[in-house]
């Protein structure tokens, strides 16, 4: 007997809680926000926003499925089956959070605070969920395919991220390491910058663009359904040992960025999630591409 479809419920604390947890009551939350001129009653508001919008989500779900919930800090532990539907409730950058633990599961982003995200990732309410829930598990269901990109280490520790993935020095410090391209001879440069990036298309919206803008919005950033990629190395330093040729590039389908690390400890993460990383040591190289998972969003 086959189970019935599962919706997982994805969400965050909120800063409300956060607080609470700090500082142990809504009167001292208060009393600690108001020293430094801020008012508690602007989290409070949000917190009773992102709650009610789990209350909405959970009424939606038809009686008849299964059901979870699991917080963010929770995703690396948490197990996606076949059958699931994730709904992740929120802001744009938690759909990305769960994006590196599913599979091909569709996922469902629901925008817990309209008006204070930019609704790209999160691009449903709470309203449209009873008939959104059934038509995820449709044949033909509306999705799109976001591109993901991959880090795979010479020891074979593999991460996924569908924004984009740094590779440097832990604390963003100077990283030293040798970098190079597919098809590029074999050719090396021996670099030391404040780190690598290489996103995609969903994560041209983000950091990657901060970074695009910064060096004259020079070429075309991809689409989120675009398998092409783009790299940046941040902060390349000249010196008679290190370069600054490769500085920025594409990576077409089935390219890889190579990095050797030439310091005692790199570290590889996704999406923000230094949590959750792989460390390079001395001589150990990491190489960046195109992942052939891709998440299925609900359009």
């Known amino acids: 007997m086959s189970l019935a479809p599962r919706a997982v419920v994805v969400h ?16 001292q939350a208060a009393f600690f926000l108001a020293a430094r001129g801020r008012a508690v009653d602007e989290v409070a508001e949000r917190h009773h926003r992102a709650r009610r919008a789990l ?15 699991v917080e963010r800090a929770d995703l690396d532990r948490f197990l996606f089956a076949e059958q699931d539907v994730v709904v992740v409730v ?49 044949p033909g269901a509306p999705v799109d395919a976001l591109t993901m990109v991959e880090a795979v280490t010479d020891d074979a520790q593999r991460l996924v991220a569908l924004n984009e993935i740094y590779v440097g020095a832990a604390g963003h410090q100077t990283a030293r390491y040798r970098l190079g391209l597919d098809g ?10 404040s ?21 004259g919005a020079a070429g075309r950033l991809p689409g989120p359904t675009d398998p ?15 370069g600054t040729r490769l500085s920025a590039g594409d990576l077409t389908t089935g390219a890889r960025l190579t990095l050797t690390a030439e310091s005692e400890r790199l570290v590889a993460f996704g999406d923000g999630m230094e949590t959750d990383s792989l460390e390079l ?7 960046v591409g195109a992942c052939a998972r891709r998440l299925r969003l609900l359009s």
């Not at 209350?55 to 919930?69: C, V």
């Not at 690598?196 to 990657?208: C, E, K, N, Q």
């Open 184 to 193: 590029d001879g074999g050719a090396v440069e021996a670099q030391a910058s």
């Open 55 to 69: 209350a909405e989500t959970a009424a939606a779900i038809p009686l008849s499925w299964r059901r979870a919930q």
């Open 90 to 138: 929120g802001q744009d950058g938690l759909v990305a959070n769960a994006a590196k633990y599913v599979g091909d599961q569709p996922v469902v982003g629901v925008d817990a605070d309209p008006g204070r995200n930019p609704g790209v990732l999160v691009r449903h309410r709470t309203a449209d969920l009873p008939r959104l829930l059934p038509a995820a598990l449709a």
């Open 281 to 287: 040591t001395w001589g150990q190289s990491v190489r």
């Open 195 to 215: 780190g690598v990036l290489v996103g995609t298309g969903t994560g041209a919206s983000g950091w990657i663009r901060s970074v695009w803008q910064e060096r």
């Open 12 to 27: 965050r604390t909120t800063e409300y809680e956060e607080l609470l947890a700090r500082h142990g009551t809504h009167g």
């Open 228 to 242: 092409r990629l783009v790299w940046f190395v941040r902060e390349p330093w000249p010196s008679p040992v290190t």
